[in-house]
């Protein structure tokens, strides 16, 4: 059975860190192209950057500058460190797993809020 966890979220200042981490089992992810994406109430969920199985990484132009994704392929895990938070990166924050399948995460919340 393959399970996507990810964990590290919370409620956050404005200006502050976070760092989030998505765990896999069932899968070797090394395998895998690696994302994370999220979902603010009301919207739709929207790419926030991906890992390429050779370690390339993209991002959205809302978050570069600010947030990075790493992955190790020996732990099985993605992560997403998050830098100047703003209160519109209000969201749950999901991790995905994509090669010849797809899987997803239960998602984890991330609040920015004084």
């Known amino acids: 059975q393959v399970r996507l966890v990810e964990s590290g979220g919370g409620l956050v200042q404005p200006g502050g860190s976070l760092r989030l981490s998505c765990a896999a089992s069932?899968?070797?992810?090394?395998?895998?192209?690696m994302g994370w994406y999220r979902q603010a109430p009301g919207k739709q969920r929207e790419l926030v950057a991906t890992i390429l199985s050779g370690g390339n990484t993209d991002y959205a132009e809302f978050v570069k500058g600010r947030f990075t994704i790493t992955r190790d392929n020996a732990e099985n895990a993605v992560y997403l460190q998050m830098n100047s938070l703003k209160p519109e990166d209000t969201a749950v924050y999901y991790c995905?797993?994509?090669?010849?399948?797809?899987?997803w995460g239960q998602g984890t919340q991330v609040t920015v809020s004084s």
């Open positions: 995905r797993a994509v090669w010849a399948s797809d899987y």
């Open positions: 069932g899968i070797s992810t090394r395998y895998y192209t």
